[in-house]
């Protein structure tokens, strides 16, 4: 049986990496607004980046064997996970200090 561990994992499975709502203390409201915004953005690309990454590697697998996805870089995981965590720190910046 083939091990799927090298293959990417999808968007909704990737946990956040813990960043600091204190590492925003000292923005302004408006600028962690406009932070989150992007923020925002940054992790719905990175999502589908990394639904594709797991796509390709489903595929992969199933014709070639290879996590196709994974070996080409396609695999984000670890900027998914920082960018979900960045959004989590500005809606708890926002929320308590807003």
Do not use: H
Request: hydrophobic fraction near 45%; charged fraction near 15%.
């Amino acid at each position: 049986m083939l091990s799927m561990t090298a293959c990417a994992s999808r968007a909704n499975s990737v946990a956040p990496v813990a960043v600091s709502s204190t590492d925003y203390a000292n923005v302004s409201c408006d600028n962690a607004r406009s932070l989150l915004a992007a923020a925002r953005q940054t992790e719905n690309a990175l999502a589908r980046k990394q639904n594709n990454a797991s796509l390709g590697d489903t595929v992969g697998v199933v014709l070639l064997l290879l996590p196709v996805g994974s070996i080409f870089g396609a695999d984000v995981e670890g900027e998914l996970a920082i960018a979900k965590g960045e959004v989590i720190a500005l809606e708890r910046r926002i929320t308590t200090g807003c």
